[in-house]
């Protein structure tokens, strides 16, 4: 069975928000320190020494400031999110209608805070404010889990991620799709020990098990669900309503069209289309003509090529 090209740790990934944190942190933290120890030291040569201990007291103001703007934030975008009402996961809506109106509003209340980088990286790390702006918003990340940079997240109060688990940058968790003038809500919910490639996408209602590797840009559709140890390798594209068991492999760049169930144990081979409405219980399924009313097996890149 062909291995993936693991994505980066969480180790790493903690390691290279804390890198990114510390340059974020000159501007803003660096520069008025250094500014104060010039005072400081100015004042201790011209001024009594009771206004030269003033100056070491600017600094902490200033951090405490700085927490307490952000503090602020979280507070007001959360309670705001949090008031605007929800959703349904599972159901449909009709674009322009109250509930997408009301559901615009709660996304751009998010937004307010996720489309500034340094804002957001900011509460990101400081584990406090972390825990309370996703606590407010409904976000279900563990703190064993990290969020790495350029992830967009729509609707987070329908994600719920598992521990130990890294969601890669580029990569897009959407709990709605809109198709023409509707559109679909649905939670998605991501197990532990959960390996995901940069630039996957994961569509509403998507269920990934425990111990699942996710190679660079799987995307899964909505409603799918991929059992625990399953590999799925890079490129792959799962229509929705997809059934994936466990301890199953799909190769790289295949697609599986919708309303599919793989069962347990399944190998598929790279570059192989699965046509729709299959049920593939055997290895040797896949290949088999398909009992209905498209009598069409699957094919491989090369039968593609020579037809």
């Known amino acids: 069975m062909n291995e993936l090209n693991s994505p980066p740790s969480i180790s790493y990934a903690r390691l290279d928000l804390q890198l990114k944190s510390i340059f974020q942190f000159i501007p803003f933290h660096f520069v008025p320190f250094t500014i104060a120890a010039f005072f400081a030291f100015w004042s201790f040569k011209q001024l009594p020494p009771s206004i030269w201990w003033s100056w070491l007291i600017y600094p902490f103001i200033m951090l405490a400031g700085g927490y307490i703007f952000l503090l602020l934030v979280v507070l007001f975008v959360g309670v705001a999110y949090r008031i605007v009402p929800a959703l349904e996961s599972g159901k449909k809506y009709k674009t322009y209608s109250k509930e997408w109106l009301t559901w615009g509003v709660k996304a751009e209340l998010y937004k307010a805070v996720a489309d500034y ?10 584990y406090s404010l972390r825990w309370l702006f996703f606590k407010l918003i409904g976000l ?3 703190a064993t889990s990290m969020i790495a940079t350029d992830v967009r997240i729509y609707e987070p109060h329908f994600l719920e991620v598992g521990q130990n688990v890294l969601l890669p940058v580029y990569s897009i968790f959407s709990g709605h799709l809109i198709t023409g003038n509707t559109m679909i809500m649905g939670k998605i919910k ?6 995901l490639g940069a630039q996957s996408g994961f569509s509403p209602g998507v269920t990934v098990g425990d111990g699942v590797a996710i190679g660079f840009g799987v995307q899964l559709g909505p409603f799918s669900s991929v059992g625990e140890k399953t590999l799925i390798d890079s490129g792959t594209k799962v229509a929705d309503q997809v059934s994936i068991g466990k301890n199953c492999y799909i190769g790289k760049d295949c697609v599986i069209d919708r309303r599919v169930v793989i069962g347990d144990g399944i190998s ?10 299959r ?3 055997r290895n040797e399924d896949i290949f088999q003509p398909h009992v209905g009313e498209r009598r069409v097996p699957a094919r491989t890149a090369g ?4 037809k």
């Open 303 to 306: 039968e593609r090529r020579k």
């Open 140 to 142: 279900k990340l563990p």
């Open 268 to 277: 598929v081979p790279p570059f192989t289309r699965i046509e729709a409405k």
């Open 117 to 126: 980088d340094i804002l957001y990286n900011y509460i990101l790390k400081i």
């Open 190 to 195: 991501i197990g532990d020990n959960a390996r």
């Open 279 to 281: 049920k593939i219980t």
